[in-house]
C-alpha cells in the first residue's frame, strides 16, 4: 500500500498550489483521508480532512477558506487546493489515510501515510 503525494513546490505568497495524493495497492474510497503538515521544529499539525463520501470536510482554523480538501474515488486520489497561500504555511505535507469509521483531525488515528511534498511560500 501506498500514498504518494505531489504538488508541491516554491510559489510567492498570494498565489496556489493543488497538491494530489495517488493511492496503490489498495482503494480508500471507503475511508476518510487527511493531510497534515510539519514545519521544521515542530510537530505535525491536522490542515484538513473529508470523508470517504466527500460529504464531510474538517479544516484546521488557520487554514479555513483557503484551503479544500476534495477527493475522487474512481481514481483513488484525493486532492488539496490551496489558495491565497502564506510563508507560514511553508511545511512539507503529508496524506494519510483512515481505516475507522469517522473523519478525525487527530494523526494517531490515521493508519496509512504518505512521503510527504514540500510547500515553499516566499514572502
Known amino acids: 500500500v501506498q500514498l504518494q503525494a505531489s504538488g508541491g513546490g516554491l510559489v510567492q505568497a498570494g498565489n496556489s498550489l493543488r497538491l494530489s495524493c495517488a493511492a496503490s495497492?489498495?482503494?480508500?474510497?471507503?475511508?476518510?483521508m487527511g493531510w497534515f503538515r510539519q514545519a521544521p521544529g515542530k510537530e505535525r499539525e491536522f490542515v484538513a480532512a473529508i470523508s470517504w463520501s466527500g460529504a464531510i470536510t474538517y479544516y484546521a482554523d488557520s487554514v479555513k477558506g483557503r484551503f479544500t480538501i476534495s477527493r475522487d474515488n474512481a481514481k483513488n486520489t484525493v486532492y488539496l487546493q490551496m489558495n491565497s497561500l502564506k510563508p507560514e504555511d511553508t511545511s512539507v505535507y503529508y496524506c494519510?489515510?483512515?481505516?475507522?469509521?469517522?473523519?478525525?483531525?487527530?494523526?494517531?488515528?490515521?493508519?496509512?501515510w504518505g512521503q510527504g511534498t514540500q510547500v515553499t511560500v516566499s514572502s
Open positions: 495497492g489498495r482503494t480508500f474510497s471507503r475511508n476518510a
Open positions: 494519510a489515510a483512515d481505516l475507522g469509521l469517522a473523519v478525525t483531525k487527530s494523526a494517531y488515528e490515521y493508519d496509512y
